[in-house]
């Protein structure tokens, strides 16, 4: 809609405003124009709208945009939950599920810089602006390379603040849950001040997030396998004889493991027996003679736990550490902006704008870890060897648990601006428009961690003595001796000078700055037939450096379980040129009220990555007042993110049957689950080690995998965007309709591959064993898969095509203004190709549905405004998935074939709310999440997504994480 009158508040807008906004510059040109008459579609959001759907949060508000939330999104809760780039409680925007990286965001018009903690910092976090100093958001909906440079593949989000303000405001907001946690309180100020010669405009904002844990809703604590009999709805999961319900499926604890020579393992373990009743479930030996063989014997307090369904029914998963993990984390924000203009003479304005931000973050977490060692004194001193059917030392694995596995993050960001704008007459064309300006921004960002010193960990490992007495190898802490059996130190139960032998804490430092100089200038050439030939002309310089200094334990890789990490340090030059065209070509002739071409170009030269040139060509098409076409084709580029290209070796560990395709080749080729092709290749001698046997079942250590930079061998990313919409506005109705088909297409995509996929490309490549991808890994014949490289690459191709439908209608009634507006996004296709082989199209599954939308109504009488909201997310289902992997609609658990959903249903939020405003106060309450909603519940034995507790861990539920929840917002103006 945002195509015909110019976007001001919600129910106001019509044509008569158009007329009185005089020459803007839309979002999508850099042409000033009298209306909106770009070619490019543009979703405009409010945060009046936002305010009245209980939304207090940018991230919020941009996320549940239906341009977003058909796709996983990094919010708080995801970042926290998962490595995403800008690190833990960062928040970004990825149209169309492209990735933040191929999602431009502007702050007034202006490109922002990014922030967050971590190498992977790229992206803009929507954590910096506050939503009470946004006014609007504008979207567009396609490419715009050409007009805005790199990384405006998938579209432009343009967050505009409020300005030319007389007085001031203060608001107040809090909503609780009704079940409690999670709880927001934000409280912000703003004054403004115009005067003959210019204005200004201060604004602070105070926002506050309550930490939501797993223990607070009991829909995401404690994960059961959630099952069913075949063909029913009717629970099959396994119970747990001490609770009479399904069993708990988290972290495992209180156990140890029994290993004989070489490995072995021995089919059992050792459970604890911490609440004195294991022995009503378990025997000290099972009955059956043949199993009790097998198995060792169990200490006094402990029982063996054997791999059927009645032991597993009883083990410890559900630590109390977990009813404290964090699913929505702890946050403060602290924000102050400033915002002016005066004008120096000669129609000439000096400007400026200036953001300052602290981000505060908080998670709290907990995990289970290992500890290998040889001993033959379980039992206690002069026991006797402990695992039945074995003579000397043997392996045990004791996995206690730990809460510390907490982490924080603070992250300071400034931005400052500073132009001078005007006009000059040019004669018969008019007055040209132009702007100058320099901007920089700096994010400073410290994020601290709790680590497991692995040297300590590692310290009793394959020991039979004492380490009394000496130094630890790389912490240099003085060695103590830990029984890692003992059920104290299982339970997590740790005295203090454990946790000082054990634990660490360190914090590592993010920095990335932005600078850049950009200038413009704006008219119109001459008048053609249908109008004036408008022209821009501009030029960009930039320049991007990051230097991320992990903590001094992560670089020498002593943090046990986590990644090592080295400093990435690097920065790019960016110089750029750009043209636009708008051409009336058309006007006043039937069928053809106006027909506009656009044209723009760009020139982009980057230092490390070569250059590239951009293009864009719109045609808006007005047939009479109540019909437009439009539609636009055009290429975007996206230079390597600073982290792809300079990204330090950071390493992690895989399972090798996680990632290795040369497993069980002759049980899989006689069932069909693997090619010749691959058969041939995996057994070929020629291969990487030599080749693989057919009954071979995998490594018992794990792989480790290098992640790095690949400076020097990427190359910018292309891509081809095309929109075609329609738009009716019938006159005097109140009612507008668009309908707007995109497809966006995206070659040499950069990414990191992964171990998995690198070891298929490489066993099912027809350049087998000469592929590039065959050299990315190292087998060793007896030992498998021993490290895996995997570098960013220019490599992958993506696809991503739909429909999104608008409708609007306004009406004055004799009881008061109606005002209906609707948005729905269809994804038609979202394909990623890695390489020939192997692609993966997820539309349809959980996390990506193919149809998102919302409907919102207010109706307003005086000073009472009445708004009910309705966003919904379409069915999904990754039960194809599941089967293509598996050969089945079912699972086999404990013998029994039962079965699964895999499903997320259609789940739909409503929110309502009423305000009133008297002499300068304004009083808005309501309610978000009106029916508590709760987020869909899936099996989480078959790894096809993420869960928390029976829950699907996804972007899209974020509301459904707080349950329902009342608002209340109070506002004075003066």
């Not at 630590?319 to 005066?342: L, N, S």
């Not at 070659?747 to 066993?763: M, P, S």
């Not at 592929?771 to 490290?787: V, Y």
């Amino acid at each position: 809609m945002a195509q015909q009158n110019p976007p001001v508040a919600e129910g106001e807008q019509g044509a008569e405003q158009a007329t009185e906004v005089g020459e803007i510059v839309v979002t999508g040109s850099r042409i000033p124009r009298n209306e909106f008459t770009s070619s490019s579609p543009v979703q405009v959001l409010t945060t009046a709208r936002a305010e009245q759907r209980g939304l207090s949060d940018t991230a919020q508000l941009l996320q549940s945009s239906t341009l977003a939330a058909g796709t996983p999104q990094v919010n708080a809760t995801i970042s926290s939950a998962f490595v995403t780039n800008g690190g833990p409680g960062a928040s970004t925007i990825s149209l169309r599920g492209l990735g933040a990286n191929r999602t431009l965001v502007l702050l007034n018009g202006r490109r922002a810089g990014p922030a967050g903690t971590r190498g992977g910092v790229s992206a803009f976090d929507l954590n910096v602006i506050p939503q009470s100093a946004i006014d609007r958001v504008d979207i567009l909906k396609d490419g715009a390379s050409s007009i805005y440079g790199s990384d405006a593949v998938a579209g432009v989000v343009n967050l505009i603040t409020a300005s030319k303000r007389d007085g001031g405001e203060m608001s107040a907001f809090a909503t609780a849950p009704i079940d409690g946690g999670g709880e927001q309180y934000n409280i912000s100020g703003t004054f403004g001040k115009t005067f003959s010669r210019g204005h200004f405009n201060l604004s602070a904002d105070y926002y506050r997030q309550e930490e939501l844990t797993a223990g607070d809703r009991d829909y995401l604590i404690c994960k059961n396998q959630y099952v069913f009999e075949p063909g029913t709805r009717n629970r099959a999961d396994r119970i747990d004889p001490r609770t009479g319900q399904p069993t708990c499926n988290d972290v495992l604890w209180g156990q140890v493991y029994a290993y004989g020579p070489n490995f072995e393992s021995r089919a059992g373990r050792f459970q604890f027996d911490y609440d004195g009743d294991l022995g009503k479930y378990i025997p000290v030996r099972p009955a059956n003679p043949a199993t009790s063989a097998a198995l060792p014997g169990a200490p006094a307090g402990f029982y063996v736990v054997n791999y059927d369904a009645a032991s597993r029914a009883v083990v410890n998963a559900s630590h109390p550490f977990a009813q404290k993990e964090t699913v929505i984390p702890e946050v403060d924000r602290y924000t102050a902006f400033a915002e002016g203009a005066y004008e120096i003479g000669g129609g000439v304005e000096a400007y400026g704008e200036f953001l300052v931000n602290r981000r505060e973050s908080r998670t709290n977490g907990y995990r289970q870890f290992w500890n290998y060692t040889f001993t033959s004194d379980f039992f206690g001193p002069g026991a006797g060897d402990p695992v039945t059917g074995f003579t000397g030392d043997n392996l045990l694995s004791a996995t206690p648990v730990t809460d510390h596995f907490s982490s924080s993050q603070r992250v300071d960001y400034i931005r400052g601006v500073a132009g001078l704008r005007g006009s000059v007459n040019l004669g018969s064309t008019g007055a040209w428009k132009w702007d100058v300006f320099a901007q920089y921004s700096r994010s400073d960002g410290e994020y601290a961690q709790d680590v497991l010193l692995k040297d300590a960990v590692d310290s009793t490992s394959f020991k039979t003595e004492s380490c009394v007495g000496t130094n630890l190898p790389v912490s240099g802490r003085p060695c103590i001796d830990m029984d890692f059996t003992d059920p104290r130190v299982l339970r997590g139960d740790l005295n203090d000078a454990e946790k000082a032998f054990l634990y660490a804490d360190e914090t590592g430092k993010t920095i990335y700055e932005q600078t850049y100089v950009e200038g413009s200038i704006g008219g119109n050439l001459f008048d053609l037939p249908a109008g004036p030939l408008g022209l821009a002309l501009g030029f960009h310089l930039r320049r991007d450096e990051i230097v991320d200094t992990p903590g001094e334990i992560t670089r020498a890789g002593n943090s046990w379980g986590l990644t090592s990490a080295g400093i990435t340090q690097g920065k790019e030059d960016t110089r750029e040129v750009y043209a636009e065209l708008a051409v009336p070509l058309l006007a006043n002739m039937p069928l053809v009220q106006n027909l506009d071409l656009s044209l723009s170009g760009r020139y982009t030269d980057t230092k490390t990555s070569g250059d590239a040139s951009t293009y864009k060509v719109g045609l808006n098409w007005a047939l009479n007042d109540a019909i437009r076409f439009r539609a636009t084709r055009g290429t975007s580029f996206r230079a390597p993110a600073l982290f792809e290209l300079y990204l330090a070796n950071q390493t992690g560990s895989l399972g090798q049957r996680s990632i290795d395709p040369c497993l069980n080749l002759d049980d899989r080729l006689a069932d069909g689950a693997v090619s010749q092709q691959l058969y041939d290749n995996c057994r070929s001698p020629n291969g990487p080690g030599g080749g693989v046997a057919g009954d071979y079942t995998g490594g018992n250590s794990s792989a480790t995998i290098f992640t790095g930079g690949g400076f020097g061998n990427l190359t910018p990313e292309t891509s081809t965007s095309t929109v075609l919409g329609v738009v009716v506005t019938p006159p005097n109705s109140g009612l507008s309709l668009a309908v707007d088909y995109y497809e966006i297409e995206i070659k040499d995509q950069v990414t990191a591959l992964g171990a998995a996929n690198i070891l298929f490309g490489c066993y099912t490549s027809d350049q087998f064993p000469t592929d590039p991808l065959c050299g990315r890994f190292d087998r060793d014949p007896n030992l498998g898969i021993q490290a895996v490289r995997d570098n960013f690459i220019n490599i992958a191709n993506q696809q991503n095509r739909g429909l999104d439908f608008t409708v609007r209608y306004v009406n004055e009634t004799p009881w008061g203004s109606l005002s209906i507006d609707s948005q729905t996004t269809w994804t038609l296709e979202n394909y990623t190709s890695l390489f020939e082989g192997n692609f993966s199209d997820p539309l349809g599954e959980v996390g990506y549905p193919e149809l998102v939308g919302n409907i919102n109504l207010s109706f307003s009488r005086g000073p009472w405004t009445a708004f009910w909201g309705f966003d919904w997310i379409g069915n999904q289902s990754s039960l194809n998935e599941y089967v293509s992997d598996n050969g089945t609609a079912n699972v086999v658990i404990d013998g029994r074939t039962v079965g699964i959903k895999a499903d997320a249903e259609f789940t739909g939020f409503h929110s309502a709310s009423v305000s009133y405003e008297f002499e300068g106060w304004k009083v808005m309450g309501g309610l978000a999440n009106v029916f508590d909603e709760k987020p869909p519940s899936a099996t989480t034995v078959i790894g096809q997504y993420s869960t928390t507790g029976n829950s699907v861990l996804g972007s899209q539920y974020t509301e459904a994480y707080y349950g329902r929840r009342a608002f209340l917002r109070l506002t004075k103006t003066f």
